[in-house]
């Protein structure tokens, strides 16, 4: 699976790049070197980041699902009990 970015974020992701390597490694690059740089983290890194993103939505939805289950979930049979419950009170 491709991992696609939309234009205008590819473009802030790039003149993001050609700012850090301005700032930090006082070093001038293109347009062009700073998309085949994205291009290479995307492809090679991005997975990664990808897989621990679905990792973490799937283990949060797990949690909502048994929240919904201790939610929404009845007790059987429960007429004895309160029957018993209630001749105790007397």
Known sequence: MSIEIPKEARQQAIASIERYFLENRDEKIG???????????????????????????????????MEVDLEINESEFPYWRKHDTAKKRK
């Not at 070197?33 to 897989?51: C, D, H, K, R, S």
């Open 31 to 65: 347009n062009v070197t700073a998309g085949a740089l994205l291009g290479f983290f995307i492809e090679e890194v991005g997975p990664v980041i990808y897989n621990l993103a679905v990792a973490q939505v799937q283990e949060r939805l797990q949690m909502r699902v």
